[in-house]
């Protein structure tokens, strides 16, 4: 079968899991993120988390993000599943 792609939300990663960053839910959030280099096409793979479950690191375009998990998961990344 081929590879199919699923989507799952950036703050449902395991540390580290890898993505590609594919689509927001949020207009407003998407922008902010947009700027800090979270850019479809982008790969992001969860690095840390932190103690009490919020903020999450990411490593996204070369460098180590911190995001609370209500922004993380405005962002959609897509897992490729080799069925």
Do not use: H, W
């Not at 540390?15 to 407003?28: A, C, H, N, Y």
């Not at 850019?39 to 995001?67: C, N, R």
């Amino acid at each position: 079968m081929k590879n199919q792609k699923t989507l799952k939300k950036l703050s449902q990663l395991k540390i580290g899991e890898s993505g590609v960053i594919d689509s927001f839910t949020d207009k407003e959030m998407s922008l902010k993120l947009l700027e800090m280099g979270c850019t479809p096409g982008e790969l992001v793979t969860l690095d840390k988390i932190a103690p009490m479950g919020d903020p999450i690191a990411i490593k996204v375009s070369g460098y180590l993000l911190s995001l609370r998990k209500e922004e993380a998961s405005t962002v959609l990344v897509s897992m490729m599943n080799k069925n």
